[in-house]
């Protein structure tokens, strides 16, 4: 909710306040959105425009790129932190030893799910910020579609690895078979 809000008040600020044909505070209190009161535009703007509140902001902002400047590891799991990550793993490999001992019968799908709790809007997990299944597929499918699929593919690599064996078999054979002759003429 408080995202939400500022969110907000910030793109106010960018369209009403920050727009560069503005030059006084006077302009920027004519320049209200409509969505306002003039009370709610005059403390928005009167806030924006304290000196104190300019220092403060500058210092924050300073603050937060040398921060960001010195981080070895950047972060991109949006508001979930590295702890709650951690600890997700660490459920997700506990949850797959009671698996292994005999404990439970979930797949690593139901495992995940569990843990991580459904797919939400129709967004596909580790796939970034804003890659939809619909995206990727180009058709939305369903668990059992994407698990038919997976199966079908994994055969399809096996056999390969299979024909590559014995394809370099068969060569190694051959070569030998050409050694031999190769010796006794």
Sequence with gaps: ??????????KLKRKYFNDTRLKTKEERLKNKPNEMTKIEWKFLVDHWSDEKFKIIYVEKSKKASESRAHQKMPHYNGT????????????I??????????LNDKTDEQIFQDVLGKDTH???RAYGPGKSITQHFKVKPSRLDLSQELIEVKKKADQLIEE????????????????KRSRSH
């Design 1 to 10: 909710m408080h995202r939400t809000f500022r969110d907000a008040r910030s």
């Design 80 to 91: 979930k932190s590295f702890a709650r990550l951690r600890q997700e793993i660490d459920e």
């Design 93 to 102: 490999k506990k949850l797959k030893e009671q698996r292994d001992q005999g």
């Design 122 to 124: 129709g967004y596909l």
């Design 164 to 179: 590559a064996r014995k394809d370099a078999e068969n060569a190694r054979m051959e070569a030998e078979k050409a050694k």
